[in-house]
């Protein structure tokens, strides 16, 4: 996102009134003071908790505290040694990189061919696309909740689903190998509708003239998808990517309510352990190195994300 | 013909999909507990409110929603008088280094709140908030993306209207009040919509910053009622999900317009 850099309207005052340099003075005086009494909420609730939190975290991490002793021991950079080396944390991120892949590939491919689908000149189309939204601006917890119901093996909707096609419906939430792809399943059925919205809005804005002359010379539905549509709708697709990949690295309440980071560690993201870590285990020191490699990772996604829109202005 | 047809089918696979949980979430919250628990499953109710008396039973809702609701109105309006006030003030005031703090205000989006929750803990627990509804409200009332919306929406108002009201002797606050805020309709209306449902959804903050059940919200509750209930009261748990979800379903059936515009605009924007 872009900030289009207008300038700033004048209050008309200045410019009407013709008037001394005294009176103008007191004037801006005036204003500045009235500009730093509507900003200073706003600024002061930030720095205290959107900015401030970054250097507590970096001080927390050379740290090694169990947030009751009087005051948190110095051990150096003893936290980022351990967690870089560290098996359990290799894993972590390696589920937290399989399960945002999963759903950061769901959700653009699912959510584009919706997109199309809810182009296409149908009755009702209007009234399904909202049904697919809805999930979207519900509470992930109780949206958890619904799915760890539907996937209970013994009297879940997917047992009915699965056990017509002679299949043993699996215990999801409970096996290794069948909780991350439940959570991905129950991640894609929130948010999929959400990446449709925005690339049936993309579809909508995109030029048809392009189309129409390459439908009149002869080109196929699959090369007009391929050579026209997908690289104009590139900048969108880009856009989901960046804030899927943040969104789900901070994927936490479906966890929370599914699984609980396992069975084992079989579901311990990134953010569950960043979680477990300070608020269950209690250990601050851990919690806050953890929360600094997710936020330089964040950082360097955003970063990424600004030079490429950035250039893509600048080029167009 | 023949395309339109399938297309007609994959549409309404699709709505099947998305309307699936949902019904079976309706139907298994008004259930009889032994229709619950038998195979092959009913699809249709024999319709009873048992399960929402036997929620109430396990687990205080009543105060669940109350904070809930306390939150969402209290921490909506906070967030959004902030937003009105800074985006104003950044679109109409002059300031020096106004460029930088704007910057700064925007570049709170770049912190991601999974990040915060450690430290902002700890200074919760420093002004002794834990627990409170202050430790539940104040650190989320902070804006950044609103505030960018709102500001965006005030520089595509004609100067016209803001420029005959101050020569009509209005100050800034009349200004704002009576001729920039209702202009901005409904840019305001999606702002405060879509604030409020993160207000009434969100849960780790809530789940961390509160210890008691008086002062839980009704995400959280519902985490505590499922872990405590288990697998053998379904119906109970889905009674408690669905009071949960039934308010922003509804807010979303009549406010849908402004949700999606707002989402969209901000996507497309960039």
Known sequence: MTVVDLPARTHPDERTIADGNDQRKRRRRREYGLFALLVAPNLLVIAVFAYWPIIYNAFLSLTDWNMIAARPKFVGLANYGRTLTDPAFHKTLWITVVFTGLIVVGSLVIGLALAFLFNLPLKGRGAVRTIAFAPHILSGAAVATIWAFIFDPGYGLMRALIEPFGAEPPDWMNNSDWALPGLVIVYLWKNVGFAALIYLAGLQSLPKELDEAAAIDGASTWTRFRSIKLPLLAPITFFLLITTVIGTFQAFDVIAVMTGGGPGDATTTLSWSIYNEGFQAFNAGRAATLSIIMFVILLVVTTVQARVMERRVHYR | ?270
């Open chain 2, 1 to 270: 013909m023949k395309t339109r047809a399938i297309q007609y089918v994959v549409l309404i696979g699709v709505a099947a999909v998305f309307l699936g949980p949902l019904y079976w979430l309706l139907s298994t919250a008004f259930k009889q507990p032994t229709q619950i628990y038998q195979w092959p499953p009913a699809w249709w109710p024999h319709l009873t409110w048992e399960n929402f008396s036997l929620a109430w039973k396990a687990a205080p809702f009543d105060r669940f929603f109350l904070n809930s609701t306390i939150i969402t109105v209290i921490g909506t309006a906070l967030k959004v008088v902030n937003a009105v006030l800074t985006a104003y003030a950044f679109a109409y005031l002059r300031f020096p280094f106004k460029k930088i703090l704007f910057f700064a205000v925007l570049g709170a989006m770049m912190v991601p709140g999974h990040v915060t929750l450690l430290p902002n803990y700890l200074t919760v627990a420093t002004l002794g908030w834990i627990n409170t509804y202050a430790g539940l409200i104040i650190p989320g009332i902070g804006s950044a993306f609103a505030t960018f919306l709102m500001r965006q929406h005030f520089l595509t108002l004609p100067t016209e209207v803001t420029d005959a009201a101050a020569v009509d002797g209005a100050g800034h606050l009349r200004t704002l009040w009576r001729v920039v805020l209702p202009m901005s309709r409904p840019m305001l209306i999606t702002v405060v919509v879509i604030t409020a449902v993160e207000e009434w959804n969100n849960f780790v903050w809530p789940l961390i910053v509160t210890n008691t059940a008086s002062m839980r919200t009704l995400p959280v509750g519902l985490l505590i009622l499922k872990d405590e209930e288990g697998l053998a009261a379904w119906g109970t748990i889905m009674a408690g999900t669905l009071l949960v979800l039934a308010p922003m379903l509804l807010i979303f059936l009549i406010a849908q317009r402004y949700i999606v515009g707002g989402i969209t605009a901000g996507a497309l924007k960039g």
